[in-house]
C-alpha cells in the first residue's frame, strides 16, 4: 500500500490556495514569533523515546509515568521497535517508541522537565548517541516552531532516522484529524506530508529488516510476530462450550489435550471457563474462577510450557488479575472492555498483552437483529474496535500491547463472517485512518468450527468443520492474519506453514 496516496489532502484557507508560498512563509514566520510565549493553553506535543541500557521495556514506562506526574497526559503511543544503534554502532540495541501527549508546559520548560527525567533516571553525559538508560526528545510543539541555542522544533535529525519517524507515523492517522496534525505535515516540507518523508527513507519496507523490526512485549521477551503465523490452541474448560464442551472438566484431561496441542505445535494456549457461544449462561467471577484457575496451575506447571505463552479466555477484571497472577501472559477479551468497566485498568497495571475483540452487545444478544444491522461490516467493525482501543490507550494500555480480533462469529451472520475473512486488509486500512499504530497491531482471528462454516459446508456437527476451518485459516493467513485460534492444532499448523512459505515467497520477489 503507497501510503502518501493514502494521505487526505491538507486543506488550505482561500488566501493560501491562491498563493501558497507566500502562505507557506507567513505559516512559518507564525509558529517561530509565538514558540516564546508562555502557555496557558494545552498544546499537543510528540515525544520520541529511546534506551539501550538496563531493562528498555521498563524504562519506558518508568519514564511515561514520570511524564504523566510532571503535566504530560499521554493521548496516543506508537508501536515498539527494536532498533540496530545508529551513529555509533558499538552498543545493545535499542528499544523505540513515540508518545502523542497533552501539556500546558512551554517548550523550553517541556525539555527541562524531560531532561530531568533523563538525569533521574541515570542518564549521564557520556558519548554522543552513545548508550543511554532513556533518551527523550521533543519532535513536535503544537504547530510551532522553536530555534534557540537549547532547542529546535521540530526536532533537526527527524527526517534521516527510521526508528524516529516510524514511530512518529504510527501516530498519525491518514485522515489528519485537528489543524496542529496538519501543521505537522506542513513542517515536514513534503507535498505528502510526513507520509512522503518516511517513504523517502523506505516507508514500510524497512520493517523487518534494515536493523529495526516492530514488536510486542509478552513474557519478558520481544515478540517479532511477523516472522511466522503462531497457533493459539482452545481448550475449553466448560461444559457448554459449542464444540467441546464438558470434554476437558478435569485438570488430567485438560493437561492432555494441552500437551497434545503442544506436540501438535500451538505456540499460544487460551485458557477459557465461560461459555460465549451464542446465547450461553453467564457465570459469576467466582464461579469462574474455581474452574479456572486449578487448570492453569497445572498447565503452568508443565515441562513442555516451556517458551509458551498462556492466555485466558475472559471479559471479567477479576478473572483476568487472578489469572496472570496465577501465571497467564496475555488477557483475551471478547467484550473488548465494555462487560467489565474495571477490565482496561487492571490490563494496564497488569501491564500485559490485551487481545480485544469486535462484539455487539454480549453473548445472549449479540446475535439479534439490532445488533448483526452494519452499513458495511468491514468499514464498521474497523470503526468500533479503533473506539475501543482508543479507550483502552487512554486508560493506560499503550497501542504497542494491543492485539486485535475481528470477532468471527460474535454479532455477525455467515454472509458477515465471509467479509470479515476475505477484508483483513480493508479493516486494517480503514482502522489507519485513525491510527497507523493501531492498523500495525498483530491480528487474530478465530473462525474454528464456528457454525456458518457447518450452515455452508451442511455440517450440523461442530467437529465435522475442521476442513472447512483449515480453509477459513488459510484465507485469514493470506489476507493478514498474524494469530490463528483453532481446535485442530496440528491440521492447521500444515496450512499455516505452506501459507506463510507463500508470504516469504511473495515477500523475496518483490
Not at 335 to 350: E, F, P, T
Request: with cysteine.
Amino acid at each position: 500500500m503507497n501510503i502518501v496516496k493514502q494521505l487526505r489532502p491538507i486543506k488550505h484557507g482561500a488566501r493560501a490556495a491562491k498563493n501558497s508560498c507566500k502562505a507557506h512563509r507567513c505559516l512559518f514566520r507564525f509558529y517561530h514569533d509565538s514558540s516564546v510565549e508562555v502557555n496557558s493553553e494545552e498544546r499537543e506535543v510528540v515525544i520520541a523515546l529511546g534506551s539501550n541500557v538496563g531493562d528498555r521495556l521498563h524504562n519506558f514506562e518508568d519514564a511515561l509515568e514520570r511524564m504523566k506526574k510532571s503535566g504530560i497526559r499521554i493521548k496516543r503511543h506508537g508501536c515498539l521497535y527494536e532498533t540496530e544503534p545508529a551513529y555509533v554502532t558499538d552498543q545493545p540495541h535499542f528499544l523505540n517508541s513515540a508518545v502523542r501527549g497533552i501539556t500546558k508546559l512551554e517548550p523550553h520548560k517541556l525539555l527541562g522537565v524531560l531532561k530531568e527525567i533523563e538525569r533521574d533516571m541515570g542518564r549521564t553525559a557520556g558519548i554522543r548517541y552513545g548508550p543511554r538508560p532513556i533518551d527523550l526528545d521533543i519532535l513536535f510543539y503544537g504547530s510551532q516552531t522553536v530555534n534557540t541555542d537549547t532547542l529546535t522544533i521540530p526536532h533537526e535529525r527527524i527526517w534521516e532516522r527510521p526508528f524516529v519517524m516510524g514511530p512518529l507515523i504510527d501516530l498519525l492517522g491518514f485522515d489528519a484529524d485537528n489543524d496542529t496534525i496538519k501543521s505537522w505535515h506542513q513542517l515536514s516540507r513534503h507535498p505528502g506530508g510526513l507520509f512522503e518523508a518516511w517513504e523517502k527513507l523506505g516507508g514500510e519496507s524497512l520493517i523487518g529488516k534494515d536493523g529495526i523490526k516492530r514488536v510486542l512485549p509478552v513474557a519478558n521477551q520481544l515478540w517479532n510476530w511477523s516472522t511466522k503465523t503462531s497457533i493459539m490452541g482452545i481448550l475449553n474448560v466448560t461444559p457448554d462450550s459449542f464444540s467441546d464442551g464438558g470434554k476437558f472438566l478435569s485438570v488430567e484431561s485438560a493437561v492432555s489435550q494441552v500437551q497434545s496441542m503442544l506436540t501438535a505445535g500451538a505456540d499460544i494456549i487460551d485458557l477459557g471457563a465461560q461459555s460465549t457461544r451464542p446465547m450461553a449462561s453467564k457465570l459469576s467471577p467466582e464461579q469462574e474462577l474455581d474452574r479456572l484457575i486449578p487448570v492453569l496451575e497445572a498447565v503452568k506447571n508443565m515441562p513442555e510450557m516451556e517458551g509458551k505463552l498462556i492466555s485466558v479466555d475472559t471479559f471479567y477484571s477479576q478473572v483476568a488479575l487472578e489469572a496472570v497472577n496465577k501465571g497467564a501472559h496475555l488477557v483475551n477479551d471478547v467484550s473488548a472492555g465494555q462487560l467489565d468497566s474495571d477490565m482496561r485498568n487492571v490490563v494496564a497495571a497488569l501491564k500485559i498483552p490485551y487481545i480485544t475483540m469486535h462484539m455487539r452487545g454480549d453473548p445472549s444478544t449479540m446475535q439479534n437483529h439490532e445488533n448483526l444491522a452494519y452499513n458495511d461490516v468491514c468499514v464498521d467493525v474497523a470503526s468500533e474496535l479503533y473506539m475501543h482501543v482508543r479507550d483502552a490507550e487512554l486508560s493506560g494500555i499503550p497501542a504497542w500491547r494491543i492485539i486485535i480480533d475481528p470477532g468471527i462469529g460474535f454479532s455477525k451472520n455467515t454472509e458477515q463472517n465471509l467479509d470479515i475473512l476475505m477484508g483483513l486488509p480493508a479493516i486494517q486500512s480503514e482502522i489507519a485512518r485513525r491510527s497507523v499504530a493501531v492498523s500495525h497491531a498483530p491480528v487474530l482471528i478465530g473462525p474454528s468450527r464456528k457454525r456458518f462454516l457447518g450452515e455452508i459446508c451442511d455440517q450440523p456437527t461442530a467437529a465435522q468443520r475442521d476442513p472447512a476451518t483449515i480453509a477459513a485459516v488459510t484465507a485469514g493467513v493470506l489476507g493478514g492474519a498474524n494469530i490463528v485460534r483453532v481446535h485442530n492444532v496440528r491440521d492447521n499448523r500444515a496450512a499455516v506453514k505452506l501459507c506463510d512459505a507463500m508470504l516469504q515467497r511473495r515477500r523475496n520477489s518483490a
